[in-house]
C-alpha cells in the first residue's frame, strides 16, 4: 500500500507529444478554425494587395509603349514591391503567432475553454514582437548551424584528407561533422520550442532559446528532438503529393488549378498546427517535469 501511494506517475513516452499534436486540435476543432479563419483573411490581404497593387504597377512599368517609361513609375513599383515583402513577412509571422498562441491554449487549458476570436488577436497582438523577434533569431541560428555543418560535411574532409593524407584524421572529421548534423537537428526542435515558450510565458524578459534548450535538456531532448523533426519534415514532403494525389481523382469538369491550391493550403495548415501543437505539448512537459524539480530542491532545502 505504501509503496502504491508513493507510486510516480509514468514518464511520458517518446511518441507522446506527438499524438497530443493530432488529438488537441481535434478536441478543440473550433480554436483552430478561428485561427484558419484568420489565416485566411491574412492570405486574402496579401493577395488583394498584389493584385491591386503590385501588378497593375508592373505592367505599367512592362508596357509595350516603353517610349514612355518614367523613372518615377520604376521607383513606385519597387517601393511597392517592398511594401508588398514586408505586408507578406507581418502577414507571415502574424500567422505563426497566432498559430502558437492557439497551441499554447490548447494544451494549457480544458476542453470547455472558450477562446474568442477577439480573444486570440489580443493574444497576437501582445505577443507578436517577442515572438517575431524569437522567430528571427531561431532564422539567424539555423542559418549559422546549417553552414558550420555543411562546410564539416562538403568543405573538412576532402580538406584534411588532402592536407594530411590521414585515415584517422578523416574519421575523427566524419564524426565532427555528424555531431554537427545532430546539433542541426537539435537546434531546429529547440527553435521551434523557443516560439511556443515566447508565446506561453508573457512575463518572461527574454532568453526563450535558452529556456526551451533547458527544458528540452531535461527531459532527453536529443532522441524526442530527431522524432520531432523527422516528423515535422515527412509531413511537409507529403503535403503536396497527398494534394496531387486528390486532384487527380476529380472529375475532368471540375477546376483542379484551383481545388488544387485550395487543398494545399488547408494541407499546409493542418501541418502547421500539429507540428505547432506537438512542441507546444513537448514544452508543456518540460515545463512540468522543471517545476517539480524546482519544488523538489525547495523542499530539500
Known amino acids: 500500500m505504501a509503496a502504491a501511494a508513493t507510486a510516480q506517475p509514468a514518464a511520458p513516452g517518446a511518441f507522446t507529444f506527438l499524438k497530443h499534436g493530432v488529438v488537441l486540435p481535434a478536441r478543440r476543432p473550433g480554436l483552430f478554425l478561428r485561427v484558419f479563419a484568420l489565416n485566411v483573411v491574412l492570405s486574402a490581404a496579401v493577395h488583394l494587395f ?35 515583402l514586408f505586408l507578406y513577412m507581418a502577414v507571415w509571422l ?26 486570440l488577436l489580443r493574444r497576437v497582438r501582445t505577443t507578436l514582437l517577442r515572438v517575431s523577434a524569437t522567430v528571427t533569431l531561431g532564422a539567424v541560428l539555423r542559418a549559422a548551424c546549417a553552414s558550420a555543418c555543411a562546410a564539416a560535411i562538403l568543405v573538412a574532409p576532402p580538406l ?22 545532430r ?20 512575463g518572461r524578459p527574454g532568453g526563450a532559446v535558452a529556456r526551451a534548450w533547458r527544458l528540452m535538456r531535461g527531459t532527453g531532448g536529443g532522441e524526442r528532438a530527431l522524432v520531432y523533426v523527422v ?21 475532368s469538369g471540375m477546376d483542379r488549378v484551383v481545388v488544387g491550391a485550395c487543398l494545399k493550403y488547408v494541407l499546409n495548415f493542418v501541418v502547421d498546427v500539429v507540428s505547432m501543437t506537438s512542441i507546444a505539448a513537448y514544452y508543456f512537459e518540460g515545463r512540468k517535469k522543471d517545476d517539480e524539480e524546482k519544488e523538489k530542491a525547495g523542499h530539500i532545502n
Open 50 to 84: 498584389g493584385a491591386l497593387v503590385v501588378a497593375p504597377l508592373d505592367a505599367a512599368v512592362n508596357a509595350a509603349d516603353a517610349d514612355e517609361f518614367s523613372m518615377s513609375r520604376l521607383c513606385l513599383l519597387m517601393g511597392a514591391g517592398v511594401a508588398y
Open 183 to 202: 546539433l542541426c537537428f537539435h537546434l531546429e526542435a529547440v527553435c521551434a520550442m523557443a516560439v511556443v515558450v515566447a508565446a506561453a510565458e508573457p
Open 231 to 251: 516528423a515535422t519534415w515527412a509531413m511537409q514532403m507529403a503535403a503536396g503529393p497527398v494534394g496531387d494525389l486528390v486532384v487527380r481523382t476529380l472529375p
Open 160 to 181: 584534411v584528407l588532402y592536407l594530411t593524407g590521414s585515415l584517422r584524421l578523416l574519421l575523427l572529421g566524419a564524426l565532427l561533422a555528424a555531431l554537427a548534423l
Open 94 to 119: 502574424a500567422r505563426k503567432v497566432a498559430t502558437a498562441c492557439a497551441a499554447v491554449a490548447a494544451c494549457s487549458g480544458g476542453e470547455r475553454d472558450v477562446v474568442t476570436l477577439g480573444s
